[in-house]
């Protein structure tokens, strides 16, 4: 994984290449291995930038990753990509919807990402549950499908947890399978990938 700071926003250059040269290595030794690397680039959404500043950003983050991955030979078709949605800063005064989130994601997938790489698991980014959820649904929704070439699903950690740890405070007996927060969520995020939520599961903030 690599992690795309910027002060100011003003995203240096060196250190894009950077961390973009250190994952097409991580990768290609994965495929060496016999592995499946997942590319991680993540701009992270500290901050009070715009939608449209992170889109820029994570534009440029994703085309210099790629052009690594080339330049290091990389089986695009053996690989899977792991970034953050195009979301503005935590501590954005603007709020922008799902459906906004979803066209600069998606626009930004089409500029950047190959063809040939099989799948896109995003990350939640600090986003609640319900949010990382109804943004992934947006995504899956927006466009025709035959402009997004890539699987688009989700690689949650806090957006998935969050609710479950607090479900599991409460003593066992108290709870039953069927209303495990577990299930609720896998099953949210099932219905997202195929743009079919319809926001009616709550969560905790992740």
């Given at each position: 994984e690599s992690r795309?700071?910027?002060?100011?926003?003003?995203?240096?250059?060196?250190?894009?290449?950077?961390?973009?040269?250190?994952?097409a290595r991580y990768?290609?030794?994965?495929?060496q291995a016999g592995l499946v690397p997942i590319v991680e680039p993540e701009v992270l959404c500290d901050g009070t930038h715009s939608l449209e500043t992170?889109?820029?950003?994570?534009?440029r983050v994703l085309a210099a990753t790629y052009k690594a991955c080339n330049d290091h030979n990389l089986y695009l078709e053996g690989s899977l990509l792991k970034p953050n949605m195009v979301t503005a800063g935590m501590q954005c005064p603007t709020k922008y919807t799902p459906e906004q989130v979803a066209e600069a994601t998606v626009t930004t997938l089409q500029r950047t990402?190959?063809?040939?790489?099989?799948?896109?698991?995003?990350?939640?980014?600090?986003?609640?549950?319900?949010?990382?959820?109804?943004?992934l649904n947006a995504i899956n929704q927006y466009q025709d499908p035959g402009r997004k070439p890539w699987a688009?699903?989700?690689?949650?950690?806090?957006?998935l947890q969050a609710s479950v740890l607090k479900a599991w405070l409460v003593r066992r007996r108290m709870l039953r399978?069927?209303?495990l927060s577990s299930t609720k969520r896998a099953n949210a995020n099932h219905l997202a990938c195929?743009?079919?939520?319809?926001?009616?599961?709550?969560?905790?903030?992740g």
């Open positions: 795309f700071e910027n002060w100011g926003w003003h995203a240096s250059e060196l250190a894009i290449q950077e961390n973009a040269v250190t994952l990768a290609t030794i994965c495929q992170c889109q820029n950003v994570t534009e990402v190959p063809a040939a790489v099989v799948g896109v698991t995003f990350l939640s980014g600090g986003q609640s549950e319900e949010a990382a959820t109804v943004n688009l699903s989700f690689s949650y950690g806090r957006a399978p069927d209303s195929l743009g079919k939520y319809s926001g009616d599961v709550q969560g905790a903030s």
